[in-house]
């Protein structure tokens, strides 16, 4: 982790401040680096038991094997689940972009009266604890409407806290969309339509791609509204919950790795979108 | 040739030609018609419901009937638990939102300061990644570490320190506490690396040169200006942590209980009249929350950072 100290810094650094200062700044570093291990270590733990032999996940790792990966692969109710959360998450997905990148238009471009407060409120989904909305979900589906839970329920569930997200980035997208483009677009003889055909959407795609890909991970990962929202079928994470509650073996470990990769390739993925994006506006804003 | 009236350079300001016509008023606001609607069902008419529920009662059936009252408020005031469950987890929020500022704040002020630009996304990212995977299956990773055969005892008893397992540090409050910390770091360092990165830190040489000592420094000008990062950091663990169900159920035991699992076993157990009226207080709370804190809160700042 040396690399973390970096060299060129600008003069004022080197200037003597105080006699404290270099210690201070290799105690700061030592916390960082700290930190960072407290973030990795459970992580790492999770991986590793994963390819541990002993039936409990655990300590001490007794020979490496991938047999929990194939007794994984060959499970069908996890297949089951894993096929349920993919369509949940897609469906999520496709409706939390389509309905966050139209709402987040009139948000960022005015024509809202008490702006403020519809932002709070919008965003409201993402700050409640999970667990209100999912009870409030519940009991208005059940109750309510007498609906009889199921997947459907879960997409409806899941689009409440990811469509705020597709909203926020969206909009933080839009915001520092050049106006200018639109209307040489327009003077240009483009339509309104054409206009947004042509050149909004072009810019802000990367945005709606990284919202897209965003709910798709939260999706697959949330588990306190789906646990109350969901039918008779089972989830990914359901699965996993149920597996962690009545005897865990490291098969649970191995999906968890998997998860894991796929989460942080998805992130990978939304990341790129954005940085593309942000090439792509600044050779638009030229 | 001239034009009709109503066209021309009149009709067509130069300056800001801006969206045009048909975009105007009411419908500028048809994009978001679907998302209100969205909202309107899954979120206030549900909370709604939950509002009105509170007030009624559970028959023995497990019926809810409207026999408007408020004792299920009042049961909260009275019985010793739940009144006691939910200081507790107030305590609980309380502790684990400062330990993470006490943790992100050296942190992120080590990263934006003496950290190269480059290097510092890398490090965020590290920071990120961990942020949007899996919830239950980081609370699961600190079962493994903390558990009873978990890292920690077999690391203690290699070493010396115990001679057999202890229940020491799952099943109890530290065992949430810690893995609550851990849960919402990353919302705290995001908060704080976006404040401080806005900081100059030129300013608080100019602040040593004028005398001030370290802390004074650190106090006056540099607190100040990340306040709305250190409120955002605040709210972003204070909350969620209202709701927290799952890391007590899983590494808490009977002895970590918080509110939100009272609020899940009257669920359990169909007292949903009863339910409702935890769930609405909580919400209350944390509704006021934001309100009072709107003005400092940063929500972009962690959850739509590129």
Not at chain 1, 108 to 125: C, F, K, Q
Request: charged share 10%; hydrophobic share 55%; proline share 6%.
């Amino acid at each position: 982790m040396w690399w973390l100290v970096s060299r060129q810094i600008d003069p004022l650094e080197t200037m003597p401040v105080s006699p404290y200062a270099r210690p201070t700044r290799w105690v700061l570093w030592l916390w960082a680096v700290a930190v960072l291990v407290f973030l990795y270590l459970p992580i790492a733990f999770l991986v590793l038991f994963s390819f541990n032999e002993p039936r409990t996940p655990g300590l001490p790792i007794v020979n490496l094997t991938l047999h929990w990966y194939e007794v994984a692969a060959g499970n069908s109710l996890l297949l089951e689940a894993v096929k349920n959360s993919i369509i949940v998450a897609v469906a999520v997905a496709f409706l939390a972009t389509l309905i966050g990148t139209m709402a987040a238009f009139p948000l960022v471009r005015g024509g809202i009266r008490h702006a403020d407060s519809v932002r709070i409120l919008a965003t409201m989904p993402i700050m409640l604890p999970g667990i209100l909305l999912g009870i409030a979900m519940l009991i208005f589906f059940r109750r309510v409407l007498d609906l009889e839970l199921s997947l459907l329920t879960v997409i409806a569930g899941h689009l409440v806290f990811t469509t705020p997200f597709v909203v926020l980035i969206v909009a933080a997208r839009l915001q520092g969309f050049d106006q200018r483009l639109e209307w040489a677009a327009a003077d240009l003889g483009a339509s309104p339509r054409q206009a947004l055909r042509h050149v909004i959407l072009p810019l802000i795609s990367p945005a709606i791609a990284a919202g897209a890909l965003i709910s798709v991970t939260l999706s697959i990962d949330e588990f306190i509204i789906t646990f109350f929202t969901v039918g008779p079928q089972v989830t990914l994470p359901l699965y996993i919950y149920t597996q962690i509650k009545f005897g865990v073996t490291p098969e649970v470990n191995a999906v968890a790795t998997v998860l894991l990769l796929a989460t942080v390739a998805l992130l990978f993925g939304s990341g790129l979108v954005l940085r593309a994006g942000r090439r792509l506006l600044r050779q638009g804003g030229r | 040739m001239s034009l009709p009236s109503g066209v021309g350079l009149k009709g067509v300001p130069l300056v800001q030609p801006g969206p045009a016509a048909p975009s105007r008023g009411l419908g500028r606001l048809a994009p978001a018609v679907p998302g209100a609607i969205a909202l309107f069902l899954l979120f206030l008419a549900p909370m709604a419901f939950m509002l009105v529920f509170s007030f009624w009662r559970t028959d023995v059936d497990f019926n809810l009937v409207p026999d408007w009252n408020i004792n299920n408020y009042t049961k909260f005031f009275t019985v010793p638990t739940y009144l006691r469950t939910f200081l507790k987890t107030m305590l609980m929020a309380a502790a684990v939102t400062a330990a993470g500022l006490a943790a992100a704040l050296p942190f992120c002020y080590f990263l934006v300061r003496y950290v190269s630009r480059r290097r510092q996304r890398l490090v965020l990212l590290a920071v990120i990644v961990p942020f949007w995977t899996s919830y239950l299956l980081r609370v699961y990773a600190w079962q493994a570490i903390l558990g009873e055969r978990g890292a920690l005892n077999q690391a203690l008893q290699a070493i010396g320190i115990l001679d057999e397992p202890s229940r020491l540090f799952v099943y109890n409050d530290i065992g949430v506490f810690i893995v609550l910390v851990y849960v919402y770091f990353p919302f705290a360092a995001l908060a704080l690396y976006a404040a401080l990165e806005k900081f100059d830190f030129s300013q608080l040489y100019a602040a040593q040169d004028l005398g001030a000592r370290p802390d004074q420094a650190f106090r006056h000008i540099l607190v100040p200006q990340i306040r709305s990062g250190i409120i955002t950091a605040c709210i972003f663990m204070f909350i969620p942590i209202l709701g927290e169900f799952l890391t007590p159920t899983l590494v808490g035991g009977v002895q970590g209980s918080l509110i939100a699992n009272l609020v899940v076993n009257f669920f359990r157990g169909a007292q949903i009249a009863q339910g409702a009226a935890f769930a609405i207080i909580i919400a209350v709370f944390v509704t006021a929350l934001l309100v009072v804190f709107r003005k400092y809160l940063r929500i972009e700042d962690v959850v739509a950072r590129e």
